[in-house]
């Protein structure tokens, strides 16, 4: 393979610099619009109750099962130090805090990238490359608080509040298998959560869940308002969009993380 | 009146429009013919602001709507309605909720009483059977037939046609060609039709202008189009492929 001159190298970074400028810009600019819309709230009624049940109803079993294996799966990686240490009393609050804090939204945040949010970009993408946005436009109808704000408000509360179905799904996956596999009581399993984990751990998960479902929700509708280029371009706008969701998703943990930890 | 004064426009390094201008006079039927590329789409898009362009002016009844902002053009495309090339309808709702979509958005009316108005337009059109059906259940030629019922449920002044008859059955080119006359004739509603139709051209125009690479070539009524002895038109107008113009 014959190597890049340093100007082809340095142009080839350019264009890329340039295109995650102009990926993160056209985000900025769209959270502002919608987040404009919101106050006072302009937007659909009959199409923000379409993907809130779109988003909420059609996720919730896919997030109760992923919950419930993700807890049971704690309880497995932890019940051999468990068992080593004899600290059945610390079970609960090992499965619980992990859950709650971190395994829980990222899980349900990466499920909502890779479902909800590549099924948004894709529907917008389809619209965009056949004019039907255009045609929203031409009908006077601004496809932000038409399209965007309700798509907004189902992927953000949606997102929480099936973080907190996760979180408990998840609690009952790790008790059942704690009880199966160590003889852990139901009672003591819970007893150790009630103990030691705290409302600031719960909140520190639901808050991470909030800002994933805002992150998911602009990435996804920026790339479906992008797309060009027919079948390809929408293929290509999904791919690009559950890769820079996922991507976000781990970086606001970071911050997250090391913010409140 | 629509004026387009002296309209250039480029997509990246390809120049689309050089310079058109063009005058609708009010109730009239105007047609724009032209090769594929030629700019026909390009420049009727001009008029709602779905594209602005690079160099010239807009004027709609005196008042210049060139370059305003997306909320300010919203009143424009209230007046005036556009079929797109590709119908356009949203494929998540019935036929009916699509014709009642923009009845819904911009009339202080029930759901009931938008239903109701949108099941009026889609009988103009003779679609009215199909109303709780989704558009992915029929092919171009009937979608097409509900945009333009579509296009009509906000009473506009305007309606720009992209290509309304193409892909269509005689007989329902025939019903649209009827309905943009009359459109026309009894509500004195002006009309641009972006067309390759012959028959629609030679039955409906009242005008026709004739685009190629992006210039005006003809401007006239459609008589005009058998008589000149321009090479470009008359090679156009018969179908040949030899001559100068490069398809």
Sequence with gaps: MQALSPSKLLSRFGAAFMAIALDVGGMAVLLYQILRCLVPPRLDGMETWRNLYKVGVKSAPIVVVTAMLTGAIMVIQSGAL??????????GWGAAFATLREVGPIMIGLMFSGRVGANNTAELGTMKVTDQIDALRALAIDPITYLLVPRFIAIVLMMFLLTIVGDLTALVGGAYTGQVLLGVSPSLFASSVIEYITLEDLFNGLFKAFTFGIAIAVVSSHYGMTTSGGAVGVGRSVNNSVVASAVLIFVLDYFITSILH | MIEFIDIHKAFGSKQVLRGVS????????????GSSGAGKSVLVKHLVGLIRPDAGRVILDG???????EEEYYPIRKRCAMVFQNSTLFDSMTLLDNVAL????????SLAEARSEAKAKLALVNMEQHAERYP????????????IARALTLNPDFVIFDEPTTG???????????????????????????????????GVADRVAML???QLVLDGPPSLYRETDNAIVQ???????????EV
């Design chain 1, 82 to 91: 468990v068992a080593q240490f004899d600290a059945f009393g610390l079970l």
């Design chain 2, 102 to 109: 923009p009845i819904r958005k911009h009339f202080k009316l």
């Design chain 2, 235 to 245: 090679q156009f107008i018969n179908g040949r492929p030899q001559g100068p113009m």
């Design chain 2, 212 to 214: 190629y690479k992006g």
């Design chain 2, 22 to 33: 063009l005058e609708v006079k009010k109730g009239e039927i105007m047609f724009i013919i």
């Design chain 2, 136 to 147: 992915a259940d029929f092919g171009d030629g009937m979608r097409k037939k509900v945009a």
């Design chain 2, 168 to 202: 269509i059955d005689p007989i329902s080119a025939n019903i649209v060609d009827r309905l943009i006359r009359d459109l026309s004739d009894r509500l004195g509603v002006t009309s641009i039709v972006v067309s390759h139709d012959l028959r629609s051209i030679f």
């Design chain 2, 63 to 69: 008042v210049e709507v060139t370059n305003l902002t």
